[in-house]
């Protein structure tokens, strides 16, 4: 199987005491580069995430850094090029995405490119707006079926 990792799933991996810790661990730690990926947009989120946490949560810069690192190691980075950037927005365009869902419409054309038999997010709002190619590959962590 090839699983996608959206950026709500991985960020939790490295908070011990979130509440979707403990699946996004298991599943983050049940794969490896060859059957587990992310965007490479998902690395900046990553970062931003960790580095822009309120309070205790936050991590220094140096700290997302090996967070990422870690994320490198399990994972393979799918990344689209110029022209396959461009033919997403003109095709998330055209089905009416618009604003931030933009950025998860993305991450699923490189869930996409990647051939993911599952897009493991706990964000499920964005990407059902996506249409059934990326719906029907749709998965909770904790969840053994689509969603």
Not at 18 to 41: D, I
Request: with cysteine; hydrophobic share 40%; aromatic share 10%.
């Amino acid at each position: 199987m090839n699983a996608f990792f959206d950026t709500s799933v991985l960020a939790p991996v490295f908070y011990g005491d979130h509440e979707h810790h403990a699946p996004s661990l298991s599943l983050f730690l049940s794969v490896g580069k060859e059957n587990g990926c992310c965007g490479a947009h998902t690395l900046a989120e990553i970062y931003s995430t960790l580095t822009g946490m309120p309070g205790k949560y936050r991590v220094t810069g140096d700290q997302a850094m090996l967070f990422i690192g870690s994320t490198l190691e399990r994972l393979s980075v799918v990344a689209l090029t110029a022209e396959e950037y461009a033919a997403a927005l003109e095709s998330w365009s055209k089905r009416g995405i618009v604003g931030g869902t933009i950025y998860d419409a993305l991450l699923a054309s490189c869930a996409l490119k990647s051939r993911a038999e599952a897009i493991y997010s706990w964000n499920l709002r964005h990407y059902r707006q996506l249409g059934p190619e990326v719906e029907r590959r749709l998965k909770r962590p904790d969840a053994s079926k689509v969603l």
